[in-house]
């Protein structure tokens, strides 16, 4: 394994999620979007069990961008890679909360990647609240 | 990308996820956890958000296997590989039912996965129950 290139690798991709979380908070659904297949697969914190494609995506950000409210919170912790030459994926903790809300939530995040014509590309997401046990 | 490398890495990964599952179908703590890392970081279905090494993940099954019983349900679908050359991922649905339980559950599973030593080896788990909407 080249080192140098893994670097990059995940250098890019964590600067890829550093700005997503960065849209989500300025409730840009374009930039959200805008690393993200035509055909992702999404598992949501929510039901429906899972979601496809773009439109779906960016249907589920609206509902959260409107939880979300002018001062909410989103934020991404914990971020590790695993940065191969055409696969990653990566993982982390959002800590968020609501316009107004008093408590916040722990969500578990997985992001899978794909390098697409040289640039990483979004093919899955999977966000979930861990639940009582 | 070489097709040819590229659909072995996918057929390993599908076979790897088939025999993990076929082990807690058997409650086979050993074989569950045959290809995975010491370090690894699991997102489980029930609190804690998050856990951390071999040792919290055997236990995780522990609990499951014991809810599972002789006559429970653990089938995976929809499995989809991303496999690239040394860091790959993989999505579906895990159809599962507790002994004697009228309803089933429908969890969405991620893995993450790393070539170690020529062997594809999974870093990550996230286990999660859509919350309903």
Known sequence: MNATRQNTDESQIR?????????VRRHDLDDIAA?????ILMFDVTA????RGMEAYKESWRNFIAWLGDSGKFEVSELEV???A???FCHGIIHCAGAGSTS????????GLQKVD??????HEHHSEAQPS
Chains 1, 2 share one sequence.
Do not use: K
Request: aromatic residues 6%; proline residues 5%; glycine residues 10%.
């Open 15 to 23: 600067e890829l999620v550093e700005a997503w979380a960065q849209a």
């Open 35 to 39: 690393h993200h297949s035509a055909d």
């Open 48 to 51: 429906p069990p899972q979601l």
């Open 82 to 84: 695993a940065g191969g």
């Open 86 to 88: 055409d696969v990653a």
């Open 104 to 111: 916040g939530l722990t969500i578990r995040l997985t992001i």
């Open 118 to 123: 040289g640039q990483w590309t979004v093919t």
